[in-house]
């Protein structure tokens, strides 16, 4: 059971939009940044989003990512083949003292 | 090129020590922290803990406090994550990752595969 709530899945067209949420709680999101990293099969997390909505050089702006109270969402849109992935939020957690991770969400692209 | 580059897989018995690497390359090694990240085989991202190469502070998640070690010697810019006694739920795939200005990780290595098996 991770701290940040995440769907399992989401689906969508190629071209069309799709969002990923992710929830959590004050001592989380709720007062820390959020990141978001994309995992290709058999590859490793690479950064996407941080600090809730900044995108690193050489991500493209179809990823945004915003952030209400204690929930985030990841935002894709154009989507391509090319972005089915598993998809993870992160945080800090104040209680824990530990980063924290969603449990991912996996994208498939129809 | 900055990079992390980790050492290569591991098949280790349920008793045995292992110890392994992430060297940091294109950038300033002491001046950013080192986290490792455990994957679990068809699992999600379960964070281990940090080091700072530059003074080897080290904070460890609850989770992992105890059942690993993490180090770092900066005079050859590698990171390491050490275990004394492997057990077979430590078959994984284990991730460095540089951490950026905030609890965010900005560069990854391409990760190692511990599987442990009797």
């Known amino acids: 059971q991770s701290v940040l709530t995440q769907p399992p899945s989401v689906s969508a067209a190629p071209g069309q939009k799709v969002t990923i949420s992710c929830s959590g709680s004050?001592?989380?999101?709720?007062?820390?940044?959020v990141s978001w990293y994309q995992q290709l099969p058999g590859t490793a997390p690479k950064l996407l989003i941080y600090d809730n909505t900044e995108r690193p050089s050489g991500i493209p702006d179809r990823f945004s990512g915003s952030k209400s109270g204690t929930s985030a969402t990841l935002a894709i849109t154009g989507l391509q083949t090319g972005d089915e992935a598993d998809y993870y939020c992160g945080t800090w957690d104040s209680s824990l003292s530990a980063v924290v991770f969603g449990g991912g969400t996996k994208l498939t692209v129809l | 090129e900055v990079q992390l580059v980790q050492s290569g897989a591991e098949v280790k018995k349920p008793g045995e020590s292992l110890k392994i690497s992430c060297k940091g390359s294109g950038y300033s090694f002491t001046n950013y922290w080192i986290g490792w990240v455990r994957q679990m085989p068809g699992k999600g991202l379960d964070w281990m803990g940090i080091i700072y190469p530059g003074d080897s502070d080290t904070r460890y998640s609850p989770s992992f406090q105890g059942q690993v070690t993490i180090s770092a010697d900066k005079s050859i810019s590698t990171a390491y994550l050490q275990w004394n006694s492997l057990k077979a739920s430590d078959t994984a795939m284990y991730y460095c990752a540089r951490r950026g200005s905030y609890w965010y990780f900005d560069l990854w290595g391409r990760g190692t595969l511990v599987t442990v098996s009797s």
């Open positions: 004050n001592s989380n999101i709720g007062n820390n940044y």
